[in-house]
């Protein structure tokens, strides 16, 4: 099972800017449906935004026109860049690679057979 790391959170001020990443050491993510979710404690994890295997994105209303999902060239990372940041969007962010994802490392394809997560990175904002 590939492990997912998440990184680029922080803290902010409302109206600033972070941009989150996702990755897995010495993986190419070849054909994947990928997604960003949040958690607020207390609450249940939330789908923020989506880009499945033919590139179509879904956007949770909240964050249309605001977050924007990506994966660079070499499909090695995936991208959120967030905009225009509110005390609301305060948040555990967490990357998934959904299962059937096939992913290329050492040489191999490799197919996940359940979900992948990654552990997490911090969003603060403050105002």
């Known amino acids: 099972q590939v492990q997912l790391v998440e990184s680029g959170g922080g803290s902010a001020q409302t109206g600033g800017s972070l941009t989150l990443s996702c990755a897995a050491s010495g993986a190419i993510f070849a054909r994947c449906s990928m997604s960003w979710y949040r958690q607020v404690p207390g609450n249940e994890r939330e789908l923020v935004s989506s880009l499945d295997k033919d590139r179509i994105i879904k956007d949770v209303d909240s964050v249309k026109g605001r977050f924007t999902i990506s994966k660079d060239n070499a499909r090695t990372t995936l991208y959120l860049q967030m905009n225009n940041l509110a005390t609301v969007d305060t948040a555990v962010y967490y990357c998934?690679?959904?299962?059937?994802?096939?992913?290329?490392?050492?040489?191999?394809?490799?197919?996940?057979?359940?979900?992948?997560w990654g552990r997490g990175t911090q969003v603060t904002v403050s105002s």
């Open positions: 998934t690679a959904e299962q059937d994802c096939v992913i290329r490392m050492d040489g191999y394809s490799h197919t996940l057979k359940e979900k992948a």
